[in-house]
């Protein structure tokens, strides 16, 4: 089992940042990529980035030039620097971890990111 705990989220104002982290313990070897998600209300899960083992990365268009995943592997811990916020980022985020031959998820208990106008 992997358990993620995640920290960082909060409210601000339209223009400002956040740094979201997310730690995970527990079973942590073979741990592949990870990555953030984030559900706004009403609106389905979406991805936000990811991040491999490697440190190739992927973002959604909408957050591209905003936001910069990272990760330390020796502390199985992943980040995502968001600036410039707009309102529309408003939602949970949620941490995501994949892990072992057939990339098994796990998910953090999400952080709520509001950002006023």
């Known amino acids: 089992q992997v358990q993620l705990v995640e920290s960082g989220g909060g409210l601000v104002q339209a223009g400002g940042s956040l740094r979201l982290s997310c730690a995970a313990s527990?079973?942590?070897?073979?741990?592949?990529?990870m990555g953030w998600y984030r559900q706004a209300p009403g609106k389905q899960r979406e991805l936000v980035a990811t991040i491999t083992r490697s440190g190739r990365t992927n973002y959604a268009d909408s957050v591209k030039g905003r936001f910069t995943i990272s990760r330390d592997n020796a502390k199985n811990t992943v980040y995502l620097q968001m600036n410039s916020l707009k309102p529309e980022d408003t939602a949970v985020y949620y941490c995501n971890v994949k892990r072992g031959w057939d990339n098994y998820d796990y998910w953090g208990q999400g952080t709520q990111v509001t950002v006023s106008s």
């Open positions: 527990g079973i942590t070897f073979s741990i592949n990529a």
